[in-house]
Nanobody
Framework: QVQLVESGGGLVQAGGSLRLSCVAS????????MGWYRQAPGKQRELVAG???????KYLDAVKGRFTISRDNAKNTVYLQMNSLKPEDTAVYYC????????????????WGQGTQVTVSS
């Protein structure tokens, strides 16, 4: 079993930045890839960014060039640096673990954090 705890969400003006963190605990040896998803009201949850244990990354087209996913394996932590935020980035952001990459595709893992709210005002 893996537990994920996110932090770093909040309210920011358009053009601002936030950094989300997700700390994993428990059976972390089972973790390969990790990712960040988001879900806005009335919309489906979507993959924002994923990162494998060896470094390959994948990004949602809408965030390329603005968001950066990284991980610190020693701290069992994955980060999402979000720059140049837009109102359409407003959503609950969820950390995901237990997935994997096949080619350039990220396959969702079975472990989820509780979510952290990101609100971008115009």
């Amino acid at each position: 079993q893996v537990q994920l705890v996110e932090s770093g969400g909040g309210l920011v003006q358009a053009g601002g930045s936030l950094r989300l963190s997700c700390v994993a605990s428990g059976s972390i040896f089972s973790i390969n890839a990790m990712g960040w998803y988001r879900q806005a009201p009335g919309k489906q949850r979507e993959l924002v960014a994923g990162i494998s244990s060896s470094g390959p990354r994948k990004y949602l087209d809408a965030v390329k060039g603005r968001f950066t996913i990284s991980r610190d394996n020693a701290k069992n932590t994955v980060y999402l640096q979000m720059n140049s935020l837009k109102p359409e980035d407003t959503a609950v952001y969820y950390c995901n673990a237990g997935g994997y990459f096949r080619g350039s595709s990220y396959y969702t893992g079975g472990y989820w954090g509780q979510g952290t709210q990101v609100t971008v005002s115009s």
